[in-house]
């Protein structure tokens, strides 16, 4: 049976099929179907009528529940959405998603293109594609199946969101063109909703009483994100692919010869790619493709402009976060005016104080506007608005509304100049000033940074309370059963059968999980305090130099900048923290709650690893990627993606992707995962 040649076979009556022909013609039948919607997803050039595609699916339904035992997590069938799950898992990505620096003006996309041309010894060809306002995931295939998918996250880690993935009919559960499928091939794309489709969602949300959603980005990423695949399902989502994160066993040249090889595989790309050769033809395109933006059927926000030599790539190397061979020229923000009738300060979750400004209600470009960000005090003052004052409003990357500036008015008298509070709004702490910016010092006590401190406060690296996450956080704060972090320890089983979702077993799992917390060590613990500039890796320092929490509370800017590492910001904030009264105030409820925090008197500050650089490749048997990092990074060295000459080590695990034979290429020190715990131990001493 071939179902792509020929969809027309008539079916045998299932109960006459033997387990033998029925797993056969379910095969064919998911090899089919699949052609079928690649056909008409990215090829578009469907070849059988939807009623003879839609008989086939039923076919293959009914086969897969009469034959149990052929069920399979790539069938088609499963795009109809799997049951609910409880909580996205995070997952490591095959290779770095990184963002893309961007710009508004033409001649920052002179200065990008001068930079590649006094970097590379042969004239650069560049790839143009529209930038996509949509949600970055990653797919990953292991012998052209589907194996899993996951959210951009950090661009290191994402959310496994691979049963919402299935749900899209534009991503392959299994590629075509057999004779080139890789063994691993992970590839990114972007998840859009189509303007047509984000309308008819927004009507049916406010016709539902719920509030509509901002744009389709936002669209997009809160569908995706969901725990019930079921209702992915019904969404009208798509996805476009653009760029291939990793692959073994093939090779490609350059971008445009990789692009052309996606939708050979079965992923979709953009008609509109171009190759071109000059800064001409780039304005051009951009020019062109800014005024068929609107006809557009998803939402685009600019051009990317990508180097199409993956040799010159290579020479032009990465920033941390950022390829220095590619670069986003973004469409000019959609714009109107209205008037500006208050300036409120919202607090945020990290603390920081941010301007709000009050609009009448206006629409810009089909969204409507009626409030807008004034980032801080000096961008005010720079732009001089004021409650009153006529207003130019813009959606910034068509996301974010922002004040542009303020349209003068001759005959009307205008209000004072805004000022910002010098204590918080919500708690009444001081407000610290950080160049342009503005903070409230009362973390531990300031109720729009409640919330936020409670969920870092039970992470995974710093208290590590299972059971607690953002909605049960939410909850606690909602129902007033949490003000701050010390509250936890005082939270009765009683109280939390409270919270939604809660039977007695699950209530008293995390009543366990949070008394378990009652002695952590002390560089846990400064990082779960949230202190500003504190990460992970500045708490170790601190901890393993200052040795108890005490010391650490009566050192001052001298003493903490004494030590290698912590600068002036890390040390004003350490001290503001711990002078604040209101951050003093719940330490002294900790620890009158029983909160014990272990003294670190038997470590010395040791890096032994200082400086060194170190790429991860295939699976390790006794660490996750994230541990290893943990311990790399805890004696100094530095965890990196790709392997390049200033690479001290590859540690290799089982099945090492291309990484290892790059290394093997440059002379790069291998480690099997026996001789990367021997480097480790030695360097412990």
Known sequence: MDFKKDPQVDFKEIQDLTPEQARQEIEALREGIEYHNYLYYVKNEPVTADARFDALFRR??????????????????RRVGAAPVDELKRVAHAGPMLSINAALEEKQVQNFLDFIDRNTTQEARYVLEPKFDGFSV???????????????GDGRMGEDISQNLRTINAVPLRLQNGERIPPFLSVRGEVIMPKAGFQRLNRERVQNGEPPFANPRNAAAG???????REVAKKDLDILFY???SVEGIRFSSHWEMLHQLPRWGFRTDARNRLCASFEEIRSYYQDLTAQREQVEYEIDGVVIK???????????????SPRWAFAWKFPPKEEITRLEDIVVQVGRTGMLTPVALLQPVDVGGVTVSRATLHNAEDVRKKDVRVGDRVRIAR????IPEVVEQIPEPDRPRKDPFVMPSHCPACGAAVLKEGAYSFCSGKLNCPPQIHGGIIHYASRDAMDIEGLGKKTAQDMVRKGLVRNIADLYRLSLDQLLQLDGFARKSATQLFEAI???????????????????????????????????????GAGPEDLTAVPEIGPEIAQSVVQFFRERENQKVLEDLFGSGVRIQDMKGETRTRPLEGKRFVFTGRLAHYSRKQAADRVEQLGGRVVFSVSGETDYVVAGEDPGSKYARARDLHVPTLSEAEFEALLSRSQG
């Not at 180097?307 to 032009?316: I, M």
């Not at 910034?396 to 996301?399: I, K, L, N, R, Y």
């Not at 008394?515 to 901890?543: C, E, N, S, W």
């Open 60 to 77: 293959l339904q009914e086969l897969e529940e009469a034959f149990p035992q052929f069920q399979s997590d790539v069938s088609p069938t």
């Open 138 to 152: 990653e797919v990953v295939y292991e012998q052209g199946l589907f194996q899993y998918g996951a959210t951009r």
């Open 223 to 229: 569908t995706m994100r969901r725990l019930d695949p």
């Open 243 to 245: 760029e291939i994160i």
């Open 307 to 321: 180097v199409d030599s993956y040799a010159q790539r290579e020479t032009l190397g990465t920033r941390h976060r």
């Open 396 to 399: 910034a990357g068509d996301v």
């Open 515 to 553: 008394q378990a917390t009652k002695t952590p060590p002390l560089d846990r613990f400064l990082y779960a305090l949230g202190i500003r500039h504190v990460g992970q890796r500045v708490a170790r320092i601190l901890a393993q130099e200052f040795k108890s929490l005490e010391a650490l509370k």
